[in-house]
T-cell receptor, first 113, second 112 residues
Framework: GEDVEQSLFLSVREGDSSVINCTYTDSSSTYLYWYKQEPGAGLQLLTY?????DMKQDQRLTVLLNKKDKHLSLRIADTQTGDSAIYFCAETPKVGRDDKIIFGKGTRLHILP | EAGVAQSPRYKIIEKRQSVAFWCNPI?????LYWYQQILGQGPKLLIQFQNNGVVDDSQLPKDRFSAERLKGVDSTLKIQPAKLEDSAVYLC??????????FGPGTRLTVL
């Protein structure tokens, strides 16, 4: 089946690193994504990782993929107040259409001063 | 490049009324999606169009929801009649071949 699970809340002090975790059930997933949603705005694709990769780094963002455990994480270094948003983990299951995206419920990141 | 446009941004109706949402995708994007995002949840795909044809409407409650993309560009999503549980943000997204999905700002629907 297709399911994506993530914790609902995370509080981090400004300047610290944030780590948002996600688990998924479909072992045949091709792409895994992290989207950001700010209040009143649509979803913005932050980064993605192909299923044959273990890690991807893009400036302050690091994505780690443990395919054996079906675990995906997003690390935001030097967290800033502008990083306050809801972060959605998502996957594209291989079975079926290759552009269908299954989203988790989102993790609300709160930045403490 | 202009993004995905949606209107209205907010809509409040009473249950059993009808409502329609409009989406204008990014120019040249053949694929268009409508998602429903209930408060506290991630977006759920309702329907996907490729040009003016429906690719996937398996999650669309067809007894009350309908959508069309007659000329393969703009799209409308209609709910008739609305129920309380239809309160959500309705997101439109578009995509061109081989690229990511781009999302609009959404229409927040409140059904009283």
């Amino acid at each position: 089946g297709e399911d994506v699970e993530q914790s609902l809340f995370l509080s981090v002090r400004e300047g610290d690193s944030s780590v948002i975790n996600c688990t998924y059930t479909d072992s045949s997933s091709t792409y895994l994504y992290w989207y950001k949603q700010e209040p009143g705005a649509g979803l913005q694709l932050l980064t993605y990782i192909f299923s044959n990769m273990d890690m991807k780094q893009d400036q302050r963002l690091t994505v780690l993929l443990n395919k054996k455990d079906k675990h995906l994480s997003l690390r935001i270094a030097d967290t800033q107040t502008g990083d306050s948003a809801i972060y959605f983990c998502a996957e594209t299951p291989k079975v079926g259409r290759d552009d269908k995206i299954i989203f988790g419920k989102g993790t609300r990141l709160h930045i403490l001063p | 490049e202009a993004g995905v446009a949606q209107s209205p941004r907010y809509k409040i109706i009473e249950k059993r009324q009808s409502v329609a949402f409009w989406c204008n995708p990014i120019s040249g994007h053949a694929t268009l999606y409508w998602y429903q995002q209930i408060l506290g949840q991630g977006p759920k795909l309702l329907i996907q169009f490729q040009n003016n044809g429906v690719v996937d409407d398996s999650q669309l409650p067809k007894d009350r929801f309908s959508a069309e993309r007659l000329k393969g560009v703009d799209s409308t999503l209609k709910i008739q009649p609305a129920k309380l549980e239809d309160s959500a943000v309705y997101l439109c997204a578009s995509r061109k071949q081989g690229d990511e999905q781009f999302f609009g700002p959404g229409t927040r629907l409140t059904v009283l």
